[in-house]
């Protein structure tokens, strides 16, 4: 109110003079309309201005309060993603910790079914352990961890996951989650009882204790939660069976709410290649994410600072980044002003540094993935893809795609698509993400396939598409789709292209065969009419003109090349392809329930997995 | 022939002559490439627009020297083919025996599924049909001469008195349905021919208003219809009454690019049987109406019947015609036609009084000379 009458003032006084301050410009800017809204005010309002009253309410909010309100940022919109999400975040952390010790994982999950739709997790591994100091803030603070500041492709990126899985847990049944964890043969297992505070997101520890495990090593998770369980997609189930299938040195022992154990044996004693972890690089450093840096930094002078916090910085262009930033080497990294900052954030921009390195990545491989799909799918024609890593804003990726075709698939559904990033399965979101963007926006009917404007394609195939990074950008929180920036969707596509490509030629040269054989049988109908006309008319011989007439059709060759063409696929395992699937219970509980169940709860319909394109297709076509 | 027979170690049978001999033929030709390993192949004249020529000293439509080649290893032949020699061995049968079959009969004796399949030989009429066509082609005889007759279809009436196969037939004494032209016209005598002209129309139903209304004893004239485009009993017939006895033949048709096309047919001859114009067109007709003229003069316009773009494609197709193309009047025609984007039945004469046709329309316009030659 009072600003208002300033204003009115100062409007009327030398615009030049006003200019001068950030705030008197403001101020002038707000004129007669606000003036008005303000005599307004001043009628209804007693004296007391109205800003005081709301500032009583205006506090901090707890990271903790906001998340614990917005549970569905984090994955838990409802109680059988709940469930889904509490192992997911338990699994993808103790894989984490598992790979960064080199320690082949062993992995146990079993979920008890306590009543009254409520669940106990439990997720055990021979990971390397946590310091008894480190588990509770680990286990019961949100964003905490050592994975954000590090760029290495990991499962877990935010430090939020697991502690919000504790919170949930604790928001829905009141229980503290129970962490056992041992670092060592000669060491007793520490284990305790957790609490989040969430209004000041910090870890209660409500009991704990030190006492003997017979595991070596190795961290185990109890959290009790409301949920639900059902089989089929976007279940447990399915999550834990496409984790084995991209992590084939994982073995996995699964023990469902139905009591029935589900073992996921290794297929390779092979670690994986190791993802390494890189340094920043220059080109994908934003400008507070720099002054953060400059502000943290160990070293002295601005020079040291370039040339050991950031990736491809050698002394000659960190002294060229000074130089162009005009800058003096020596400088000291608390020194560099805001201004100085940005200079140097342009410079980045305008010296030549090269891309960050890329071997840093550890991709499924084209082999392993082209065998995890044949033991889910069984098809006629297999490809898989492993393109070379780009890079994106500083952030290396690498793009992995492989397709089955064919086989018992449905000829008239959408193709299946399976997406993976990090060598975690994605089960929800599935509209949302940059892979089935990807993967609509490419014209499979060039493939051999049918598609609908930009739809999935419809055709007996299954996609799988894996986005390996030191930084994949997901959606949300809950990490269930990949965000669709430009760089990352053409990478896609092209490796779908590519293997698009080896489609099309399988589809083609098989279509050209069956319509040989088509043909053939045809002529091969007529033969014996043909010959018997000529009989009638000329009083030739019928058999030796239906032999004549045969000999010419070749039949035989062409069967035999449709019989080279079938794949044949050893790998198929009907039990296993059959999990996350169906559901034995009956057919209200089958795979279409599942989908519908989660369609509603997820409101707009787009957590909807697999049905969540076509229906979203119908919305936009209604629109037009 | 020798060579065949070599290869097949066959006797020498007796070769029949005529279209059976022309027939078979057709059989040997197959057998042997078949024998030699070569794909079956028989070499037709193509019968479309593309390959029919307008020879302007003649006014006739014949065929051109294009040909294609049915072969039976194509899978857009191979059914075609079986059906050419089915048909072919259908007729041969019929010569061997003496007997006339009707084109139905000729369906019926080839219909019948494969064994084994669900694949019928002919599935309609009209593929047999075009078989027949086709050994019209392959052994220059006529259907009649292979002993195949298409059904009886159109009337007559008027003073004609004609003999066919031992009766004498008088073409005024024949009650309300006239005399139904057979289909092979060959044999018949005409005794007495005192009519002037022929008014052929092509709406049975006007043909029966004008036989109620006497309108051939009035004109002395002949009156001659069958439904629809005119059949090849019908046209010969018309060609003999021109050639032999030099009647003027006047048509009679609706105003619609269809009723201008049996116009053009009985003229010049069709673009499916030009290898047989000599025998069918006739040069000596002339179209009476009802041309657009007439709407204008007789206040038809408000029976208009809007054009369909079917009409009009084949409106624009008739226009580009050769025997049409340089043609005055008929350009004239098309053009007006086109511009009012109707046509026009010839019952709509009707409304100006039901034997307004009979009464003044006709005798108007054939005293008057009035038509387009």
């Known amino acids: 109110m009072a600003k208002g009458k300033e204003a009115a003032q100062e409007a009327g006084k030398d615009q030049t003079l006003a200019s001068f301050s950030d705030e008197k410009q403001e101020a002038s800017r707000a004129t007669g309309q606000e003036e008005k809204q303000a005599a307004k005010q001043k009628e209804a309002a007693p004296s007391m201005p109205i800003a005081h009253e709301l500032a009583k309410k205006q506090r901090d909010i707890g990271v903790g309060e906001f998340f614990a309100r917005n549970k569905h940022l984090l994955g838990f919109d409802n109680p059988r993603k709940a469930l889904l999400t509490v192992v997911k975040e338990a699994v993808d952390n103790a894989l984490d910790a598992c790979e960064e010790a080199v320690i082949l994982p062993d992995i146990s999950v079993q979920l008890i079914d306590m009543g009254n739709e409520r669940f106990r997790v439990i997720v055990e591994d021979n990971g390397p352990g946590i310091v008894k100091q480190q588990v509770p803030k680990i286990f019961a603070k949100l964003l905490y961890g050592s994975k954000f500041h590090s760029r290495k492709q990991q499962r877990g990126q935010q430090g939020i996951g697991i502690s919000a899985a504790v919170m949930y847990g604790q928001l829905t049944t009141g229980r503290p989650a129970k962490i056992r964890s041992k670092i060592g043969k000669d060491h007793l297992a520490y284990v305790c009882e957790l609490h989040i505070n969430t209004q000041q997101n910090k870890p209660e520890i409500v009991q704990e204790e030190e006492k003997e495990w017979s595991k070596e090593h190795g961290t185990r998770i109890e959290i009790d939660l409301e949920g639900s369980y059902q089989k089929g997609q976007q279940s447990v189930d399915e999550y834990l069976k496409h984790t084995a299938v991209v992590n084939p040195h994982v073995m996995i022992v699964y023990v469902s709410p139905k009591a029935e154990q589900l073992i996921f044996p290794r297929v390779t004693e092979q670690f994986p290649k190791q993802a390494m972890e890189i340094k920043p690089h220059p080109h994908g450093t934003e400008l507070g994410t720099l002054m953060a840096m400059l502000h943290d930094t160990q070293f002295t002078t601005l020079q040291q600072f370039l040339q050991n916090e950031f990736s491809r910085i050698s002394p000659a262009v960190a002294k060229e980044v000074c130089e162009n930033a005009r800058i003096l080497p020596k400088t000291k990294p608390q020194d560099v002003s805001r201004e100085d900052a940005e200079r140097i954030a342009k410079a980045f921009q305008e010296t030549k540094i090269m891309a960050p390195p890329t071997d840093c990545l550890s991709p499924i491989t084209q082999e392993l993935l082209e065998k995890g799909l044949k033991k889910e799918v069984n098809a006629e024609f297999y490809a898989a893809v492993t393109r070379d890593p780009v890079v994106y804003k500083g952030n290396p990726f690498q793009v992995e795609v492989a397709l089955a075709y064919g086989g018992d698939q449905p000829k008239d559904k959408q193709a299946k698509l399976m997406r993976f990033a990090n060598r975690v399965p994605l089960l929800y979101q599935q509209g949302a993400c940059a892979t089935s963007k990807a993967v609509a926006g490419t014209n499979w009917k060039a493939y051999g396939l049918q598609q609908s404007g930009s739809n999935l394609p419809v055709g007996p195939l299954t996609i799988v598409v894996h986005l390996a990074s030191v930084w994949v950008p997901f959606t949300s929180e809950s990490k269930e789709a990949i965000a669709d920036y430009e760089d990352i969707g053409k990478e896609i596509k092209l490796a779908l292209q590519e293997a698009g490509r080896q489609l099309q030629r399988y589809v083609h040269k098989k279509t050209k065969v069956h319509l040989q054989l088509e043909r053939a049988n045809i002529f091969e109908r007529y033969i014996p009419e043909v010959a018997n006309a000529l009989k009638r008319l000329t009083g030739e011989d019928e058999d030796a003109l239906v032999e004549g007439l045969k000999a010419m059709v070749k039949k035989e060759k062409i069967q035999e090349t449709i019989d080279t063409m079938q794949a044949v696929n050893a790998e198929y395992d009907e039990d296993w392809a059959r999990i996350g699937k169906d559901d034995s219970e009956g057919p209200e509980e089958g795979d279409g329930s599942g989908k519908e169940e989660n369609g509603t709860a997820d409101g707009e319909g787009d957590g909807n997995g697999l049905g969540s394109a076509p229906k979203k297709a119908a919305k936009g076509k209604k629109r037009d | ?373």
């Open chain 2, 1 to 373: 022939m020798a060579k065949a027979d070599k290869a097949g170690g066959k006797t020498e049978r007796p070769k029949p002559d005529g279209p059976a001999g022309k027939l078979v033929a057709i059989g040997e030709h197959v057998t042997q490439q078949i024998r030699e390993g070569e794909s079956p192949t028989i070499e037709l004249t193509v019968r479309s627009l593309s390959n029919v020529v307008y020879d302007e000293d003649t006014q006739k439509l014949g065929v051109g020297d294009k040909t294609s080649e049915r072969s039976f290893f194509n899978v857009a032949h191979a059914k075609k083919f079986l059906q050419t020699l089915e048909v072919a061995a259908i007729a041969k049968s019929l010569l061997d025996i003496g007997k006339h079959a009707s084109l139905r009969d000729v369906f019926y004796m080839a219909k019948r599924t494969i064994p084994h399949t669900k694949v019928n030989v002919v599935d309609e009429q009209t593929e047999s049909d075009k078989a027949i066509e086709d050994l019209e082609i392959l052994t220059g005889s006529t259907r009649e001469q292979l002993n195949i007759n298409a059904n009886k279809m159109g009337s007559v009436a008027g003073n004609v008195v004609i003999e066919d196969a031992g009766d004498m037939i008088d073409w005024s004494k024949l009650g309300s349905g006239g005399w139904s032209i057979p289909s092979n016209v060959e044999s018949i005598t005409f005794r007495k021919v005192s009519a002037k002209y022929v008014l052929y129309m092509e709406k049975a139903a006007v043909w029966e208003r004008l036989h109620e209304d006497k309108f051939w004893l009035k004109q002395n004239c002949i009156i001659m219809s069958s439904q629809g485009q005119s059949t090849r009993g019908v046209r010969r017939l018309l060609q003999r009454l021109s050639t032999e006895h030099k009647l003027p033949i006047y048509v009679l048709t609706d105003n619609d690019p269809w009723g201008i096309y049996i116009y053009s047919v009985l003229k010049y001859g069709s673009i499916s049987l030009a290898h047989m114009s000599d025998e069918l067109a006739i040069s000596d007709v002339r179209y009476l109406g009802v041309t657009s003229d007439d709407v204008e003069r007789y206040k038809l316009e408000r029976h208009y019947i809007k054009l369909t773009d079917k009409d009009l494609a084949r409106l624009e197709q008739m226009a580009n015609y050769d025997w049409f193309k340089d043609h005055a009047e008929w350009q004239r025609q098309f053009k007006l036609m086109k511009k009012a984007g109707a046509k026009v039945e010839i019952q709509s004469l009707s409304s100006r009084g039901i034997t307004f046709i009979s009464d003044v329309y006709l005798p108007e316009k054939i005293r008057k000379q009035e038509f387009i030659d």
